[in-house]
């Protein structure tokens, strides 16, 4: 599985948690792995998952809600015409995870990849504008 693949699995499971918000009590810890099983499961029998790809797919689910606050507040400030909650889902956490990548990930890599990256997973998973969307505030972001 290449690293697209799993930046696809995990926008999946970051998406189907920020539909659906815990409920109190529940373990958070179990909760993302659940995400991140379901979210595994549906992608296609084809793709088998190695110890690397679910390692990196498990980096940027818990590093992108680890860090969500802040990453929250940068999406913010850069998108200074729409709030965070009117944003689409899909937009919302592409974005989130590619600013995990960019600000806060031990790996680092060049702004222009991690930018490209999330506006391919736009075009493919997001609206006719969402490419052009994320790619705007992520070249924003990448500036400051």
């Known amino acids: 599985m290449s690293r697209r693949q799993a930046r696809e699995v995990a926008l999946q499971a970051l ?3 920020d539909m659906n918000p815990l409920d ?3 373990d ?7 995400a991140i099983d379901a979210a595994v499961f549906a992608k ?7 110890s690397k790809d679910m390692d990196f ?4 689910v818990n590093g992108t809600l680890d ?3 802040s990453i ?3 999406i913010t400030n850069s998108s200074k015409e729409w ?4 944003m689409a889902g899909v937009d919302r956490n592409i974005t989130r995870m590619a600013v995990f990548e960019l600000k806060f990930c031990e790996e680092k890599l060049t702004p222009n990849i991690v930018i490209n990256e999330a506006v391919e997973l736009a075009k493919k998973f997001g609206s006719d504008e969402s490419s052009r969307f994320v790619n705007g505030i992520l070249g924003a972001i990448a500036r400051v």
Do not use: H, I, P, T
Not at 28 to 34: C, F, I, L, M, W
Not at 57 to 60: A, D, Q, T, V
């Open 28 to 34: 958070v810890a179990q909760a993302r792995q659940n």
């Open 15 to 17: 998406f189907q948690l």
């Open 24 to 26: 109190e009590g529940m």
């Open 83 to 86: 709030k965070l909650q009117r």
């Open 67 to 69: 860090n969500q606050e």
């Open 72 to 74: 929250d507040e940068m």
């Open 57 to 60: 797919l498990k980096g940027l």
């Open 44 to 50: 296609d029998e084809d793709v088998k998952l190695g």
